[in-house]
Structures are given as structure tokens and as C-alpha cells.
């Protein structure tokens, strides 16, 4: 192949892009409660060893550019759309004037916002640091994102703990500093109740983010579990207005299995908003986009949401890859993103009503028939035959992802 100029790459990439095929219309992808950040797609392609790739995009090219792929929700931190010299200023409602004028101009919402205590030199030491100052800039951080939600008409607020641990132990006290960082959520849940009266508004769903690792040595609510054990410690005034925000690649990297926090959350009625990536076990925070590493893990997180009535956002939490240009990024990235996402979703339908899914599950749950309660090797020989279908369970689902289901077969030339 000849080597492609400049002015003919992008032809080139939307050309294979159209060959792709499989490509949902914006008008199907707006019927998913799809939300996309303006971190993701304002990302400069940097990281911790790595220059930035790409150039910062403001909001409004980030709300239109949603618009045209069918994105229907846009969310935001609060310090991705104000320096810290505006936040809580005159600029701030200012910049928020704009945000609400865009989005109302593209057709968008905003589903979510949520307080950057994590970044700043000033939360070095974590949002809930033994200096009370520090303790009380946090409670004006998350009031005021609490506000914003609020004039944006949000739905949900949400919170990464992520500096909040430390690096060696006897450096804090692991029981002060939770009650601190409770202290925090309680100011932040007590002036949604008095904003959303004041506006005439539900308050916001107030959801926690949980993160095994980074950027402390050891972090206090590693995992959503952990996340459930703090709601439920006693220390919140209102935990009714506290839940999750799982994130996917989160609560994979520390080895566990993202279905079962997953479902743990349901079984808790916590689950409510929901962040969309993928990565690798035991790895650093990556935030490759939904499908591309795990697609039959993905399918069955969604057989277990669909099952269970989920119908939180699904927040492309990710990095669009650091090869990838400021034009590729709404091109290529967002779009295949979100329909990844939408036929992962159908599948799922697909999978629940499978006839072979269905009387194979059926038969599990009848179980063998009537035999001694008290005789485990009878209970054993009853239904020894009918576990069989736990391994062809798996495999029907691999033949759902693969399309083998329909036919399609591999063969090699002899």
C-alpha cells in the first residue's frame, strides 16, 4: 500500500469506518440513558510518563459533537468547566449560563456532576485531612457542585474518593478519617435538601465511586462493598440519599468479578448510576473503552442489569487512546463506543430469550425430583446430571457473542 498523505487520512478512516457497518443511527442511540463526560472527551491523551497527544476541547464543541453521534446526556466535574479561581465566583454561574444555553441549544441533558476532591495540591492529603480548614474547603466543594447539579438540572451527583487514604500506616486514623469524610456527605446531602427546595427540585441521587488503587498507597473505600459498609456504618444523617456508582474497570482491577459487585449493589438497592469501561485484572487504571478487552464479560454484566429492571445511566467513563486524534475522537471513538455498548445490550436480550438459556435454566432451578432431605449422596445423584448445564450455559453464551448460534462455523483447510 502507498503511503497515505495528511490530507487524505481522515477519507482513509471514515472509509473503514463506513465499511465497519453495524453503525446505530443517533436517533437509536438517544433511546439509552448513554451519558458522556466532558472529561473523556476533552482528554489530552497524557498520562503519568506520557505528553499530551491532543489539544483540550471546550464544552460546546463537546455538546455538539455528542448531538451529532446521538449521545443524549452529558456530565462533567466541576473543575473540568472552571478554574479554581471561579469556582463559587460571579465566572462560575456565568460559564454554568453557557453550559445550560449549549445544552439546551443541542438537545442534551445533564444527568450528572460531580466535585474534583482529588487533583488540587490542597487535597494532598486527602478531602477529609486532619486539618479542619481542608475539611471545610471539601464541604464548600461539594455544596457548590450540589448547586451547579441543581441549575443544570441534574440528576445524580457523584464522588471519588481517591486521595483518600495514605502511603505509610499510623499516618492517619483510619476510623477519624471516615467519620471526617461522612461529616462531608452529610453537609453535602443538608444543602441538596435545602437547594432543591429552594428550586422546587427532587434532591440529587448522591452516588460514591470506589477505586482499589491510585493515587494513595492504600485507599479506605477500595471497592463498592467497602462503599456499602460506610453508607450502612451509621455515620450518615441520610443515607437514603446515598448509593453507587460502580465503575466497571474498578472493581475489576482488583480481581474481583464486576457482575457480582454488581449484583451485591442491586441486592442492597444502591445501584444507580453506573460507569462504562474496560480493562485488565491486577492492572493500572487504563479506561479502555466498553467491550474492546472483555466482551463476554460485558455481555453477561448486562444480562444481570437487563434481569434485574437497571435503568441508571450507563457513563462512558474512559480515555480515548492516547493514538487516537481530536478529530478520531468523535469519529471514531464515541460512535463505536456507544454501539459496542447498544448491541452488547440487545445481546443480552437476545441471550435471555434463548430457548436453549431458558429451558436450561429452567431445569436447574426444578432440580432433580423428589429424594431423602437428609441424604446428601441422594441429593448428589439426583441432580449430578442436570449440573452438566452450567458448562453448556457457557457455551451457548459464547455462541450468542460469536454468532455460532445462527450457523456460523470455523472451519480449517486440511
Not at 17 to 37: E, F
Not at 187 to 206: M, Q
Request: with cysteine; proline share 6%.
Amino acid at each position: 500500500m502507498k503511503p497515505v498523505k495528511p490530507r487524505d487520512q481522515q477519507a482513509l478512516v471514515a472509509r473503514l469506518m463506513d465499511a465497519c457497518g453495524g453503525a446505530y443511527k443517533p436517533k437509536q442511540r438517544r433511546k439509552h440513558y448513554i451519558t458522556g463526560p466532558q472529561w473523556a472527551a476533552s482528554y489530552e491523551g497524557h498520562a503519568l510518563f506520557h505528553a499530551p497527544t491532543r489539544h483540550a476541547v471546550p464544552f460546546e464543541t463537546v455538546i455538539a459533537e455528542y448531538e451529532k453521534i446521538g449521545i443524549g446526556y452529558w456530565c462533567t466535574h466541576d473543575t473540568d468547566v472552571l478554574t479554581y479561581d471561579e469556582v463559587g465566583k460571579d465566572a462560575q454561574w456565568e460559564t454554568v449560563g453557557r453550559i445550560r444555553k449549549s445544552l439546551k441549544k443541542h438537545g442534551l441533558k445533564c444527568s450528572m456532576v460531580t466535585t474534583e476532591t482529588f487533583h488540587h495540591a490542597v487535597f494532598a492529603g486527602g478531602p477529609a485531612s486532619e486539618s479542619p480548614e481542608i475539611r471545610e474547603y471539601a464541604k464548600f466543594r461539594m455544596e457548590n457542585t450540589v448547586a451547579i447539579g441543581h441549575e443544570l438540572g441534574a440528576e445524580f451527583a457523584v464522588y471519588w474518593p481517591g486521595s483518600l487514604g495514605y502511603f505509610t500506616q499510623g499516618a492517619v486514623e483510619e476510623v477519624q478519617t471516615l467519620t471526617w469524610y461522612a461529616e462531608g456527605m452529610n453537609h453535602a446531602c443538608e444543602a441538596d435538601i435545602r437547594i432543591a427546595k429552594e428550586k422546587g427540585r427532587p434532591t440529587l441521587k448522591h452516588c460514591m465511586e470506589a477505586k482499589p488503587f491510585e493515587p494513595q498507597g492504600e485507599i479506605l473505600l477500595p471497592t463498592s462493598d467497602a462503599m456499602l459498609t460506610w453508607i450502612n456504618s451509621g455515620l450518615l444523617t441520610h443515607p437514603e440519599m446515598v448509593g453507587l456508582n460502580p465503575e466497571y474497570l474498578h472493581e475489576l482491577m482488583w480481581g474481583g468479578a464486576p457482575r457480582a459487585a454488581l449484583a451485591r449493589a442491586l441486592m442492597a438497592g444502591k445501584l444507580w448510576h453506573f460507569d462504562i469501561n474496560d480493562g485488565y485484572r491486577l492492572k493500572h487504571d487504563v479506561d479502555i473503552a466498553v467491550g474492546l478487552v472483555n466482551p463476554l464479560d460485558w455481555l453477561n454484566v448486562l444480562v444481570l442489569l437487563r434481569s434485574h429492571g437497571y435503568n441508571g445511566p450507563f457513563n462512558l467513563d474512559y480515555k480515548p487512546p492516547r493514538t487516537t486524534s481530536n478529530w478520531g475522537v468523535f469519529a471514531v471513538s464515541f460512535p463505536t463506543a456507544v454501539d459496542r455498548f447498544i448491541t452488547l445490550w440487545e445481546m443480552a436480550g437476545e441471550l435471555m430469550a434463548d430457548k436453549v438459556m431458558q429451558e436450561a435454566s429452567a431445569a436447574l432451578r426444578a432440580g432433580g425430583g423428589p429424594c431423602d432431605p437428609r441424604d446428601a449422596t441422594a441429593i448428589f445423584e439426583a441432580n449430578k446430571e442436570l449440573l452438566n448445564l452450567h458448562e453448556l450455559i457457557a457455551h451457548r453464551i459464547f455462541q450468542l457473542l460469536v454468532g455460532a448460534h445462527r450457523g456460523r462455523t470455523y472451519s480449517t483447510k486440511k
